[in-house]
């Protein structure tokens, strides 16, 4: 079992950064894929990013790629997520999540997560 904690949600202006965390319980954090997803007001959820067991591989949507980048400490059990150059669109509830398949495996899909934290608020204003 893992539990995910996300924090570092916020209200930003249009064009700023913020960090958000996933604080993960356990002691097998390393064995998983993890991933970020989103979901605005009456929208499906969507894929942001992810990242493999080590960090050394990575995933984006195309819509964030350049602008957001995912990281994690396995010492820490953490993963990040970096955003810059906020937009409106990127307003959302952020969630992070944890699955056991590695990121060669449609990283996207959000059906393969076993675990989700209980997700962020992030808000960009224009």
């Known amino acids: 079992q893992v539990q995910l904690v996300e924090s570092g949600g916020g209200l930003v202006q249009a064009g700023g950064s913020l960090r958000l965390s996933c604080a993960a319980s356990g002691r097998t954090f390393s064995s998983y894929t993890m991933g970020w997803f989103r979901q605005a007001p009456g929208k499906e959820r969507e894929f942001v990013a992810a990242t493999s067991r080590s960090g050394g591989t990575t995933s984006y949507a195309d819509s964030v790629k350049g602008r957001f980048t995912i990281s994690r400490d396995n010492a820490k059990n953490t993963v990040y997520l970096q955003m810059n150059s906020l937009k409106p669109e990127d307003t959302a509830v952020y969630y992070c999540?944890?699955?056991?398949?590695?990121?060669?495996?449609?990283?996207?899909?959000?059906?393969?997560?076993?675990?989700w934290g209980q997700g962020t608020q992030v808000t960009v204003s224009s």
């Open positions: 999540a944890a699955r056991t398949l590695t990121i060669a495996t449609r990283p996207g899909n959000g059906r393969t997560y076993e675990y």
